[in-house]
Nanobody, 121 residues
């Protein structure tokens, strides 16, 4: 099995910064992509930022220029550096890894447990 553990959420004032981490453990052959999603109360889950195995990144328009996704491949970890935070960034943030566990397995999706980010005005 593969487990994802998130950390780094919390309460911050508008304009502040937070850094989220998501580390994968278990039987992993390859990680094809790592994505951060978020879900605010009463809203659908939305993609925040993603990074491919090759290092290509994409961001939601609402976070471009403020958030940066990065990885430590040796540690199977993805980070989300969030700067200039706004109250509308308040949400539960989830990491998602697209993992192939072995040569005989297909790629599967794994999710972190979620971490709360609250930005006060």
């Amino acid at each position: 099995q593969v487990q994802l553990v998130e950390s780094g959420g919390g309460l911050v004032q508008a304009g502040g910064s937070l850094r989220l981490s998501c580390a994968a453990s278990g039987s992993i052959l390859s990680i094809y992509g790592m994505i951060w999603y978020r879900q605010a109360p009463g809203k659908q889950r939305e993609l925040v930022a993603g990074i491919t195995q090759g290092g290509s990144t994409n961001y939601a328009d609402s976070v471009k220029g403020r958030f940066t996704i990065s990885t430590d491949n040796a540690k199977n970890t993805v980070y989300l550096q969030m700067n200039s935070l706004k109250p509308e960034d308040t949400a539960v943030y989830y990491c998602n890894f697209k993992v192939r566990r072995s040569i005989i397995d297909r790629m599967e999706n794994y999710w972190g447990q979620g971490t709360q980010v609250t930005v006060s005005s």
